[in-house]
């Protein structure tokens, strides 16, 4: 598959309906597996880069 329209914002809603999945499922301390996060030649990263700054990061920290 090829993504398109990659955004820290709607990184950030994915992770907070996983957030939201686990603890609907009794979990009080939800732990989420982010795949490939530091796949540059893919397109997968969280590290800061020139598009987005921090975004990717700051996306990951405010999931609640």
């Given at each position: 598959?090829?993504?398109?329209?990659?955004?820290?914002?709607?990184?950030h809603?994915?992770?907070?309906?996983?957030?939201?999945?686990?603890?609907?499922?009794?979990?009080?301390?939800?732990?989420?597996?982010?795949?490939?996060?530091?796949?540059?030649?893919?397109?997968?990263?969280?590290?800061?880069?020139a598009?987005?700054?921090?975004?990717?990061?700051?996306?990951?920290?405010?999931?609640?």
């Open positions: 598959p090829v993504v398109t329209g990659e955004h820290p914002d709607r990184f809603e994915a992770l907070e309906r996983g957030v939201a999945f686990t603890r609907s499922q009794g979990y009080d301390d939800p732990l989420l597996f982010v795949a490939s996060l530091n796949e540059w030649s893919e397109g997968h990263y969280l590290e800061p880069d598009r987005f700054g921090t975004g990717w990061l700051e996306a990951l920290r405010a999931a609640r």
